[in-house]
């Protein structure tokens, strides 16, 4: 697609907007390319877009611009009466799927045999509403990578051990932030296996984000010999070895506040998605942003979303047709909608 036929998508995506006006709220994730977050009424991490998808009481249809997860969630957490889509249905979260109801059920009878019922569930919110629904259901909650921590210590209030999905790496790396000791973190699947002194405080699920497990100590001790200088950044998502080398580690958000907020002539490496690296590049042309490994690492799924999807989702409702619509189940709706709320809560 040419420069020509780029402008001219723009202007179209641009003339449904006005025309459905207040009946239509867009929502877009960092991660988005900038084709589509020009035209979002609001872009930011997974907590920030939750609460804004709650907070926004009147528009009818709520346009995500992200992944399945994000779509479901805000349906959860939005009336019965508004309409919620993703304008490409395929746009979904390896993550995600690699924690069903039915392995996470059978995990549960496992670890409440071995260790009883003391358990918290966690589920992060890159997770379906299945898994959500389940742990709203067995007194758990949700949690983003920002406020994990919070969720962490709030769930050792009342209860000897926490059972984190589906990031392994988010889970662990959160739960030596907050002090738990590398033996008292254990994969779910390794339960029983090894001989530990004590009975693991924290359950990790076996699952990973694969944009950012490419990052590695080497890329670290690279950049660091090519730009003494530079302070590296990376998402929680990554390995533990590397965010134990990182100079600083947190969430899209921090990873924002941190770079907007840093004097001229900085320079970074980010270990995280590459459409939020470019986008830092973008608004910080006085400092040099790179991205860890050198070349960026992109979520495939957050790339489905194409600016012509978005366009026939609005021209759609324009005409009074809904297009990809994103309904959580009502069995399970009530249930997940428990494990985000106590999850807001502290927010």
Not at 173 to 196: F, K
Request: with cysteine.
């Amino acid at each position: 697609m040419g420069q020509h036929d780029h402008n001219e998508l723009a202007t179209k995506i641009q003339k449904a907007k006005e025309q459905l006006g207040s009946q239509v709220y867009i929502l877009g994730h960092h991660y988005q390319p900038k084709e589509i977050l020009t035209h979002v009424d609001a872009v930011g991490d997974s907590l920030d877009l939750a609460q804004r998808a709650q907070a926004e009481k009147n528009a009818p249809y709520i346009v995500f611009c992200g992944v399945r997860f994000m779509a479901e969630t805000a349906d959860i957490l939005t009336s019965d009466d508004q309409v919620v889509l993703l304008p490409n249905s395929n746009a979904g979260c390896p993550l995600a799927d690699m924690a069903t109801g039915d392995a996470l059920n059978d995990a549960w009878k496992r670890l409440t045999a071995a260790l009883g019922h003391d358990i918290t569930p966690i589920a992060y919110v890159n997770s379906s509403a299945e898994v959500k629904a389940f742990c709203g259901e067995h007194g758990g909650l949700t949690c983003t990578s920002s406020s994990a921590p919070t969720v962490f210590q709030h769930a050792f209030e009342s209860s000897e051990h926490i059972l984190f999905l589906p990031d392994q790496n988010l889970g662990y790396n959160v739960a030596r932030q907050i002090g738990i000791p590398p033996e008292a973190i254990q994969r779910q699947d390794t339960i029983g296996e090894h001989v530990s002194s004590a009975a693991p405080r924290v359950i990790v699920w076996n699952g990973h984000c694969y944009v950012h497990t490419v990052f590695t100590t080497e890329h670290i001790k690279q950049t660091r010999e090519e730009h003494p200088e530079v302070k590296i950044i990376v998402h929680p998502e990554c390995p533990p070895e590397v965010v134990e080398r990182a100079d600083d580690v947190g969430s899209t958000a921090h990873i924002r506040t941190q770079v907007l907020a840093a004097p001229t002539g900085s320079v970074w490496a980010i270990g995280t998605e590459i459409n939020l690296v470019d986008a830092l590049r973008r608004q910080c042309p006085d400092q040099t942003i790179l991205s860890l490994n050198g070349t960026g690492s992109a979520c495939e799924d957050m790339h489905r979303i194409t600016p012509s999807d978005l366009h026939s989702t609005l021209a759609g409702l324009t005409q009074g047709q809904v297009m990809n619509q994103v309904q959580v189940p009502p069995d399970i709706r009530p249930t997940a909608r428990k494990a985000l709320e106590r999850m807001l809560l502290l927010s």
